[in-house]
């Protein structure tokens, strides 16, 4: 029986993994609800796989501890280490890992079979499964006969098969290709909500990250940037980091010169000699004096050809690129080149003047 607190379901405390010198992970302490999907995104080399390495037992870990299901996997303080077997974790990586010489059927099988579980529910269990991924068809199929979605969503079946405690998934979509792995997001977390099995996500990708996650992680060079819901990751981030990596957004460096309000207040910005106060939001950590870097988002720069109350900020159009929904646009301002999502109807022409208008709810001063 299970006595875990279900929001806290998966625990991992203060892990750190060292290769050599190098501190792969460095102390990262996360949380995870039960039957949520987490997912770490940051970089290449920023310590993700060697996370989720270190929670199926494939790593042992500096210091930490890792806790799922109330099961302790491993705990350095008291000397724990669960083999990876015992772990009851389902897996699925970038390449497929299917066996070529069985049927889509024999692998989804397997798992039950060296758990010896009893015929009749073996084929029952694995009929299910295999509708749950649209595999229903390709049962008796070798599994070299598969393209590659189809031996994805063949590993995804083999691995949510046994009913796991935890299932993790280490970039399995970079294979394919755009439009495939656009379909397999959506459809993989449907599986995932569907079957209810507390998942983690590892990818370096975004937008996949923001499609399908319940929670986001962004990690840099082994330590959390951050952790939140996909829209407040997007929205809210914490610092230039965040910002940047997640979508795009035009970032100045500045100085918190007023607190209006909790999380309210005001940055002065230099450009070109002059000091320009803009109302903004402050992210936390942020108060009176601090550095902070402005971050503004493209879609929430309004450019218009009239200055309105003569407060906006005045700028050129070098580029405007038609887009269908919309123009993607470059506006220097002095030495700044502001990134602009503008819409068609504006019909914004390079060589033109514009003004720019900032809304303090989408003007951020983050840490830098
Ligand atoms: N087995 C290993 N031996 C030595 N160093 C390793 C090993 N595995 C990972 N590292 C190092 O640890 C750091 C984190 O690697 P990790 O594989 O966790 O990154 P990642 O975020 O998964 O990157 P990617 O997106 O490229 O897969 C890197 O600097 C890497 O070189
Ligand atoms: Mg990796």
New binding site residues.
């Given amino acids: 029986m299970v006595n875990a607190n279900d929001n806290r379901y998966v625990e991992v405390q203060g892990l750190v993994k060292w290769?050599?010198n190098?501190r792969?992970v460095d102390d990262i302490s996360f949380s995870i609800p039960r039957g949520k999907f987490l997912t770490l995104l940051?970089?290449?080399?920023?310590?993700?796989?060697?996370?989720l390495m270190s929670i199926a037992g494939l790593h042992t870990i500096d210091a930490g501890s890792i806790r799922v299901g109330g099961v302790v996997y491993t705990s350095k303080a008291e000397g724990l280490f669960l083999p990876p077997e015992k772990r009851d974790i389902g897996m699925v990586f970038q390449s497929y890992a299917i066996w070529p010489h069985m049927t889509v059927a024999q692998n989804v099988a397997y798992p039950l079979e060296i758990r010896k579980v009893a015929r009749a529910e073996i084929d029952e269990r694995v009929a299910a499964v295999l509708r749950l991924v649209g595999l229903a068809d390709m049962a008796d199929k070798l599994a070299t006969q598969l393209s590659g979605g189809q031996q994805q969503r063949t590993a995804l079946a083999r691995a949510i098969v046994s009913k796991p405690r935890l299932l993790l998934f280490d970039?399995p979509l970079s294979n394919l290709d755009l439009k495939l792995r656009e379909q397999m997001r959506v459809e993989l977390k449907r599986i995932q909500h569907e079957v209810g099995i507390t998942s983690i996500y590892?990818t370096?990708d975004q937008a996949e990250a923001l499609v399908m996650s319940d929670e986001i992680i962004v990690m840099s060079k082994?330590r959390i940037q951050q952790k939140g819901g996909p829209h407040q990751i997007y929205a809210r981030p914490v610092n230039a980091y965040v910002s940047n990596f997640i979508g795009v957004a035009n970032l100045l460096k500045g100085r918190v010169v007023e607190v209006t309000a909790p999380g309210r207040g005001a940055v002065e910005i230099e450009e070109g000699g002059r000091s320009i106060r803009l109302p903004c939001r402050l992210a936390d950590g942020i108060g009176p004096g601090a550095d902070a870097v402005v971050s503004i988002r493209p879609e929430n720069v309004r450019a218009r050809r009239e200055n309105g109350d003569g407060r906006a900020l005045e700028g050129e159009v070098i580029q405007a690129i038609f887009l269908g929904n919309c123009v993607d646009c470059r506006v220097r301002w002095g030495e700044y080149e502001w990134k602009v999502l503008a819409h068609p109807r504006d019909r914004l022409r390079e060589g033109e003047k514009v003004y720019l208008r900032l809304d303090p709810e989408h003007t951020l001063a983050v840490l830098p």
């Fill in positions: 290769f050599g190098d792969a940051g970089p290449s080399g920023c310590g993700k796989t060697t996370t970039e590892v370096h082994g």
